[in-house]
T-cell receptor
Framework: EAGVTQSPTHLIKTRGQQATLRCSPI?????VYWYQQALGLGLQFLLW???????NRGNFPPRFSGRQFPNYSSELNVNALELEDSALYLC?????????????FGPGTRLTVT | RKEVEQDPGPFNVPEGATVAFNCTYS??????FFWYRQDCRKEPKLLMS???SGNEDGRFTAQLNRASQYISLLIRDSKLSDSATYLC???????????FGAGTRLTVKP
């Protein structure tokens, strides 16, 4: 069974540009989560999508946004990039039918803002 | 108070040692608990769920103390390959909303 996939692996942008990150969940999973992990720091929750709707968002400015498509894949958009947005962006998926809500992560997209 | 708190470490132990990590959570209504492992520059991977009665998976034992809002992970007979950051994860409201601790770094040395 294929795991969570993310693209691109690496992304280099300049300050002020926009970045788009993509995630495909494990087949059968309807929930997608986005996390930011800056170097040396813990995972910071960004967004949670389920059944095409945003269910919750973390403490991030509105320039972080996203969406979930009918096939449950998801996009994270970061507008007006700032240097401190440089981080590993991780996507995870889970199944709504799971009793324990275990999340499975993709390999991440490493975003560098110069 | 942070939602999930862990001792950041680092823990440096010799091979064969027993090491224990602790984690506290702030929301008493939390229902599900997990330990994840994250290798350097890699994604977190689920190590084990934590059940109310405690559970064991080989050399790994997880315990939950709801009264103290405390979770632990015990690793026996440490291997070099156990070197990683261990993340405590709490499901806040018995839904898909999870909170990760900052992680405890473990280095097992020969």
């Amino acid at each position: 069974e294929a795991g969570v996939t993310q693209s691109p692996t690496h992304l280099i942008k300049t300050r002020g540009q926009q970045a788009t990150l993509r995630c495909s969940p494990i087949s059968g999973h309807t929930s997608v989560y986005w996390y930011q992990q800056a170097l040396g720091l813990g995972l910071q929750f960004l967004l949670w999508y389920d059944e095409g709707e945003e269910r919750n968002r973390g403490n991030f400015p509105p320039r972080f946004s996203g969406r979930q498509f009918p096939n449950y894949s998801s996009e994270l958009n970061v507008n007006a990039l700032e240097l401190e947005d440089s981080a590993l962006y991780l996507c995870a998926s889970s199944s709504a039918t799971a009793t324990a809500y275990e999340q499975y992560f993709g390999p991440g997209t490493r975003l560098t803002v110069t | 108070r942070k939602e999930v708190e862990q001792d950041p470490g680092p823990f440096n132990v010799p091979e064969g040692a027993t090491v224990a990590f602790n984690c506290t959570y702030s929301n008493s209504a939390s229902q599900s608990f997990f330990w994840y492992r994250q290798d350097c520059r890699k994604e977190p991977k689920l190590l084990m769920s934590v059940y109310s009665s405690g559970n064991e998976d080989g050399r790994f034992t997880a315990q939950l103390n709801r009264a103290s809002q405390y979770i632990s992970l015990l690793i026996r007979d440490s291997k070099l390959s156990d070197s990683a950051t261990y993340l405590c994860v709490v499901n806040l409201y018995n839904n898909n909303d999870m909170r990760f601790g900052a992680g405890t770094r473990l280095t097992v040395k020969p």
